[in-house]
Antibody
Framework: EVQLVESGGGSVQPGGSLRLSCAAS????????MSWVRQAPGKGLEWVSI???????YYADSVKGRFIISRDNSRNTLYLQLNSLRGEDTAVYYC??????????????WGQGTQVTVSS | SSELTQDPVVSVALGQTVRITCQGD??????ASWYQQKPGQAPVLVIY???NRPSGIPDRFSGSKSGNTAFLTISGAQAEDEADYYC????????????FGGGTKLTVL
């Protein structure tokens, strides 16, 4: 059974930083496409970032240059470093296994999410 | 960037059939997936590749497509189907990967 467990969320002032973790079991992070998806309070879902199994990384325009996705293969863990945080980054952040081929993308396993609140 | 548009609220009588729509230009080129989200919980994939169900998803859930519109149909809606439903697809901008619709709140009466 696949389990993804996020941690590292919390409250931070604008301009601050946080590092989110997503510990995986039942799948190997380095063999999968792994994404971060966020959901602002009362709002819909927003794709944030993806790391390919080969190591390539991509970001939504809203976070490019501020967030960094990475992984630790020995810990089977995905990370998201959040820098220069803004109020609009306040959201629940989910990690999700992604499947991508051709005209298809979907997220078939999700963690429970971790709350990030950016406020002065 | 591209957009996916969903009706914000849809209701259905218990045991009846309901169709939730998702409209966007990207759906002419890319397959849709659908997610169910109940309050305080993570999203759950219910349909991928337009009309495939992950294991454990009841067969009353089905997907289809016409032109630039994707549909999620629930045949014989149950009380436990009351939830928010989101569609998703690739974005036309290759490096943006995925976009989501704004979500539809389904009420089962």
């Amino acid at each position: 059974e696949v389990q993804l467990v996020e941690s590292g969320g919390g409250s931070v002032q604008p301009g601050g930083s946080l590092r989110l973790s997503c510990a995986a079991s039942g799948l190997t992070v380095s063999n999968n496409y792994m994404s971060w998806v966020r959901q602002a309070p009362g709002k819909g879902l927003e794709w944030v970032s993806i790391m390919y199994s080969g190591g390539n990384t991509y970001y939504a325009d809203s976070v490019k240059g501020r967030f960094i996705i990475s992984r630790d293969n020995s810990r089977n863990t995905l990370y998201l470093q959040l820098n220069s945080l803004r109020g609009e980054d306040t959201a629940v952040y989910y990690c999700a296994r992604s499947t991508i081929f051709g005209v298809v993308i979907y997220f078939d396993n999700w963690g429970q999410g971790t709350q990030v609140t950016v406020s002065s | 960037s591209s957009e996916l548009t969903q009706d914000p609220v849809v209701s259905v009588a218990l045991g009846q059939t309901v169709r939730i729509t998702c409209q966007g230009d990207t759906l002419r080129s890319y397959y849709a997936s659908w997610y169910q989200q109940k309050p305080g919980q993570a999203p759950v994939l219910v349909i991928y590749d337009y009309n495939n169900r992950p294991s454990g998803i009841p067969d009353r859930f089905s997907g289809s497509k016409s032109g630039n519109t994707a549909f999620l149909t629930i045949s014989g809606a149950q009380a436990e189907d009351e939830a928010d439903y989101y569609c998703s697809s690739r974005d036309n901008v290759v490096t943006r990967f995925a976009i989501f619709g704004g979500g539809t709140k389904l009420t089962v009466l």
